[in-house]
């Protein structure tokens, strides 16, 4: 993707909490199309912050400005986000981590894991110039099986995301290593359907700050 192409770099927030992805795109110079979040509570906040305050989205009429299950939007607004095909710059976000977390139960039958592919089928719609994908570092590693290690959910998103035609680069970073107080490692994936996702971070930092 060139950036010269862009006359503005947008994104779609999945599971977007409180909208702490959003604020950090929004002050690199990112402008909001929309952002998808179940938890009522957690949406409430985004909303008093991101929309009714500074008004950071550009948000669809098509779209209720509420709490949404990511896969009633899928089932009920699919044309709508057909049409949005190639004309997102990037999205991102990641699936609920409890059921890949080392920390926590480690359940491989949580259901919450299956959004991992709803993630990727609404990647497959709107086809986004780039991927962002953040998950626990227990992301990466596979469940046991019959005293072997299953597949790990980042090989299949990895190679769901090459399918799709992305470039891909996924990492476990260390969240203290960039000035965060406390050691927090995290599994980053980079997805870039135009180019090298090795160099497309570095690419999109430059230009937003030049832009800021």
Not at 27 to 56: C, P, Q, V, Y
Request: net charge positive; glycine share 8%; charged share 25%.
């Amino acid at each position: 993707m060139s950036l010269s192409s862009l006359h503005k770099l947008t994104f779609i927030d999945l599971f977007a909490g409180c909208g702490g992805v959003s604020l950090g795109l929004l002050r690199a110079g990112w402008k909001g199309l929309f952002a998808i979040e179940k938890s009522g509570m957690a949406f409430e906040t985004l909303k008093h912050n991101l929309i009714d305050k500074i008004n950071h989205y550009d948000w669809p009429p098509w779209l209720p400005q509420a709490e949404h299950d990511i896969n009633d939007v899928l089932r009920i607004c699919r044309e709508e986000l057909e049409e949005l095909n190639g004309k997102v710059s990037l999205v991102a976000g990641g699936p609920p981590c409890q059921g890949f977390s080392l920390a926590g139960r480690r359940n491989e039958h949580d259901k919450r894991n299956q959004l991992v592919n709803t993630y990727v089928e609404f990647i497959n719609i709107v086809r986004p110039h780039l991927v962002f994908f953040e998950n626990v570092k227990g992301f990466a590693a596979g469940f046991k099986q019959d005293n072997s290690s299953a597949k790990a959910y980042s090989k299949f998103v990895l190679q769901k995301l090459l399918e799709l035609g992305y470039d891909v680069r996924a990492e476990t970073m260390n969240f203290g290593d960039f000035g965060i107080p406390q050691r927090r490692k995290r599994f980053i994936l980079l997805g870039d359907r135009n180019g090298s996702a090795t160099h497309s971070i570095t690419r999109k930092a430059q230009y937003s700050e030049r832009n800021s």
